[in-house]
């Protein structure tokens, strides 16, 4: 089960990261595409292995939906604003979260868990930990999970003709973090999620502001993800423009040049955080 898999490579890093206080700190989860909040299998399994390593730890798994299956359909129909909007409000109403939490999201968890860092501040974010999330989108849909196959083939051809046409936007979670490196232009204007938390077309100073109050980000790179396409995108790396080989590191992305003058990579990506310990990077090898 992937999840084993992970914990056995990743366990060190998690519970580092997660246990540095004597009081531990609340942990709130996002489930990645095709899973659920609570699936025994996946982050039920989980939960119970951070609760054996930290005994007392409260941990909220977000339920987008009214239960499991609504869970699972929302993370591909369900606009990502308003899930983002959704977890904002499960984080703030819930009293046990309001001296601040820590954040792991797995998959499309761990992009959604930046967005409410970025969009939420309060009750602070104090980690987040993203396990393979596709921080600058995705291109191509290669081992979607969702239990009837035909919608994955459904939605692959929808989003190679169409990711950027506004139903489409309006419908699809994954058109919303599509970023399709041929046409940058119609992903920057199009792009009702990411190009937005990503700060592509206009500055948003509050999510640098907020992003920047993490205490640590920590992005894990799956060196042998076949899921998000490029898998360089967990760490903010991503296509060169106009084509779908090269990777480049964010450092020699665009958007890192010329939006580093904002501060929003201030702490991503330069090599004085990585030294100070702002940014951890990690990689494992097997996720699925
Ligand atoms: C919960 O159920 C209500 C009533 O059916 C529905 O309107 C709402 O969209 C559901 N919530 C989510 C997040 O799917
Ligand atoms: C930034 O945050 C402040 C304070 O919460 C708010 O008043 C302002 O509207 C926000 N700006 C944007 C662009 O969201």
């Given at each position: 089960?992937?999840?084993?898999?992970?914990?056995?490579?990743?366990?060190?890093l998690?519970?580092?990261v997660?246990?540095?206080s004597?009081?531990?700190?609340?942990?709130?989860?996002?489930?990645?595409?095709?899973?659920?909040?609570?699936?025994?299998f996946?982050?039920?399994?989980?939960?119970?292995?951070?609760?054996?390593?930290?005994?007392?730890v409260?941990?909220?798994?977000?339920r987008?939906?009214?239960?499991s299956?609504e869970?699972?359909?929302?993370?591909?129909f369900?606009?990502?604003?308003?899930?983002?909007?959704?977890?904002?409000?499960?984080?703030?109403?819930?009293?046990?979260?309001?001296?601040?939490?820590?954040?792991?999201?797995?998959?499309?968890?761990?992009?959604?868990?930046?967005?409410?860092?970025?969009?939420?501040?309060?009750?602070p974010?104090?980690?987040?930990?993203?396990?393979?999330?596709?921080?600058?989108?995705v291109?191509?849909?290669?081992?979607?999970?969702?239990p009837?196959?035909?919608?994955?083939?459904?939605?692959?051809?929808?989003?190679?003709?169409?990711?950027?046409?506004?139903?489409?936007?309006?419908?699809?979670?994954?058109a919303?973090?599509?970023?399709d490196?041929m046409?940058?232009?119609?992903?920057?204007?199009?792009?009702?999620?990411?190009?937005?938390?990503?700060?592509?077309?206009?500055?948003?100073?509050?999510?640098?502001?907020?992003?920047?109050?993490?205490?640590?980000?920590?992005?894990?790179?799956?060196?042998?993800?076949?899921?998000?396409?490029?898998?360089?995108?967990?760490?903010?790396?991503?296509?060169?423009?106009?084509?779908?080989?090269?990777?480049?590191?964010?450092?020699?992305?665009k958007?890192?040049?010329?939006?580093?003058?904002?501060?929003f990579?201030?702490?991503?990506?330069?090599?004085?955080?990585?030294e100070?310990?702002?940014?951890?990077?990690?990689?494992?090898?097997?996720?699925?």
């Amino acid at each position: 089960m992937k999840i084993l898999v992970l914990m056995g490579v990743l366990s060190h890093l998690l519970v580092a990261v997660l246990a540095d206080s004597p009081k531990y700190k609340p942990i709130v989860m996002w489930h990645g595409m095709g899973d659920s909040c609570c699936n025994p299998f996946s982050l039920g399994h989980f939960s119970k292995f951070l609760e054996e390593q930290m005994p007392t730890v409260y941990i909220k798994s977000l339920r987008i939906g009214n239960n499991s299956i609504e869970d699972i359909e929302n993370g591909f129909f369900m606009n990502i604003n308003d899930q983002v909007t959704l977890a904002c409000k499960l984080i703030g109403e819930d009293p046990e979260l309001k001296m601040g939490y820590n954040a792991l999201g797995v998959s499309q968890g761990g992009l959604f868990l930046r967005a409410v860092a970025q969009r939420c501040p309060s009750p602070p974010m104090l980690n987040l930990i993203s396990l393979g999330g596709p921080q600058q989108g995705v291109y191509g849909l290669p081992h979607c999970l969702y239990p009837t196959h035909e919608i994955c083939d459904y939605l692959r051809r929808v989003l190679n003709v169409g990711a950027y046409w506004s139903w489409i936007q309006a419908r699809f979670v994954q058109a919303e973090y599509w970023h399709d490196p041929m046409n940058e232009a119609s992903y920057q204007t199009g792009s009702m999620f990411l190009a937005d938390i990503n700060n592509e077309l206009q500055i948003n100073t509050n999510y640098s502001d907020n992003l920047n109050r993490l205490r640590k980000l920590v992005l894990v790179k799956f060196t042998e993800d076949t899921m998000v396409q490029p898998k360089d995108s967990e760490w903010f790396g991503f296509y060169a423009p106009g084509q779908a080989s090269t990777v480049l590191p964010l450092q020699k992305t665009k958007l890192y040049i010329e939006v580093r003058t904002s501060n929003f990579f201030v702490n991503i990506g330069s090599p004085e955080s990585q030294e100070v310990g702002q940014v951890e990077s990690d990689s494992a090898d097997s996720w699925y």
